[in-house]
């Protein structure tokens, strides 16, 4: 079974504070997501990558970042948390191709005290 | 830009009945994909039903189906014999698989089986 573990289930910390997410996927998959989660907004991808190193922007970029060093591993970056960031997280990795589908993570509620 | 659009923020549906939730998207690519997720209280999101652009049969897996028309880029998920197993938050993507390779979501559709 393909497995995507995120290193946190529940997560709380205070304004100002570097925040690091933690994905790690055991499929060899190239493509690697991140998502936040919010009430009536649905899924809204921040950052997504397609190979090692190489990364692109999603639709709300804005306050994160994120790398990509090794292949099976995807973090997600909060460089200053914000209240506004209070959300859940969510990593997905899949395949190129054909019968393709995206493997989730079973989300990090963060909180931003 | 893709966008995906679903106008049904709840539904509720009384458990053995049959469910339709609609989608619509907005795409200029011709090859794509279209999926179907659930997300049920445990958070962890399961693939219901994929389908395939090229594909003019609509997919079906046992008790779901999907009703797809490319030229009204329109996806509805439609459950059969309803069971209280399936009460969760029901999404809908788009994938284009190409060069934008973006995986996006609708806003979901929260469905409660009623016994």
């Known amino acids: 079974d393909v497995k995507v573990t995120q290193s946190s289930r529940y997560l709380v910390k205070r304004t100002g504070e570097k925040v690091f997410l933690e994905c790690v996927q055991d499929m060899d998959h190239e493509n690697m997501f991140w998502y936040r989660q919010d009430p009536g907004l649905g899924l809204r991808l921040i950052y997504f990558s397609y190979d090692v190193k190489m990364k692109e922007k999603g639709d709300i970029p804005e306050g994160y970042s994120v790398s990509r060093e090794k292949k099976e591993r995807f973090s997600l970056i909060l460089e200053s948390a914000s209240t506004n960031q209070t959300s859940m997280y969510l990593c997905?990795?899949?395949?190129?191709?054909?019968?393709?589908?995206?493997?989730f993570g079973q989300g990090t509620r963060l909180t931003v005290v | 830009a893709q966008t995906v659009t679903q106008s049904q923020p709840e539904m509720s549906v009384q458990e053995a009945e049959t469910v339709t939730l609609s989608c619509t998207y907005d795409t200029s690519e011709n090859n794509y994909y279209l999926f179907w997720y659930k997300q049920p209280p445990s958070r962890q999101m399961i693939l219901v039903i994929r389908?395939?652009?090229?594909?003019?049969q609509n997919a079906t897996e046992n008790r779901f189906s999907v009703n797809f028309q490319k030229a009204a880029k329109s996806f509805s998920l439609k459950i059969s014999d309803s069971q209280l197993g399936d009460t969760a938050m029901y999404f809908c993507?788009?994938?284009?698989?190409?060069?934008?390779?973006?995986?996006?979501f609708g806003t979901g559709t929260l469905l409660a089986v009623q016994p």
């Open positions: 997905a990795s899949s395949t190129t191709g054909r019968n393709t589908e995206a493997f």
């Open positions: 993507a788009f994938w284009s698989g190409g060069a934008t390779n973006k995986l996006i």
């Open positions: 389908q395939e652009a090229y594909k003019q």
